[in-house]
């Protein structure tokens, strides 16, 4: 939905509202995968002393801060949260400059800060350091291209800042950003469903 919205802008289609209606519908599948992550975290099996695996009961949230894997899910979840609230402030209308920085900007950049340090997180649980260039197994490779993903959000998202005099930085550069950023997304999703689950 995001590439979606994203083109629709770029190419001026259907005007903002739209374009603000489709990013808040991608925002709601975006907070809804990120809470399932957390739901992944907190729920996977976990292996006891004695090698064998243990599946504690079904739980909704939880705090688990020694765990990365959680932390990871955890700080993406909270910036779909925090990036949603952009979304919902750009259907309030006609606002000044000051208003856009203010309460579309704002949790934008939030929202990306929050989206790079998951992905940090992700890297370090996946392969025991935070940029490891190794490339092996297709687990590194989701986690890497969403790492992307973030990275081309936090550009589109420094090039959306509105200037006194109402223009953004850069459109083009905030619309294809999005467009790329999404695209990542959608394919380490894709990817997903390739990745083996782990061998007890």
Do not use: K
Request: with cysteine; glycine share 12%.
């Amino acid at each position: 939905m995001f590439a979606i919205g994203a083109l629709l802008a770029q190419t001026g289609t259907g005007g903002p509202r739209l374009v603000s209606v489709v990013y808040l519908i991608g925002g709601l599948f975006f907070s809804t995968g990120g809470y399932s992550s957390v739901l992944l975290a907190i729920n996977a099996p976990h292996r006891r002393r004695d090698g064998t695996w243990e599946c504690d009961r079904w739980r909704w949230w939880a705090r688990e801060p020694s765990n990365i894997d959680y932390l990871a899910a955890a700080v993406l979840f909270s910036g779909t949260v925090v990036f949603g609230i952009n979304l919902v402030d750009s259907l309030i209308g006609e606002l000044t400059a000051a208003q856009q920085d203010r309460l579309i900007w704002s949790p934008d950049m939030i929202g990306c800060v929050l989206f790079l340090v998951a992905g940090v997180l992700a890297m370090v649980d996946i392969s025991g350091s935070w940029w490891d260039l190794r490339g092996e197994g297709l687990g590194w490779w989701i986690v890497f291209v969403n790492q992307v993903g973030s990275v081309l959000f936090m550009v589109s998202a420094v090039a959306s800042f509105v200037r006194a005099d109402g223009d953004m930085i850069a459109v083009g550069i905030a619309n294809w950003g999005t467009f790329a950023g999404a695209a990542c997304f959608a394919v380490a999703g894709f990817m997903q469903f390739y990745e083996p689950p782990d061998e007890g």
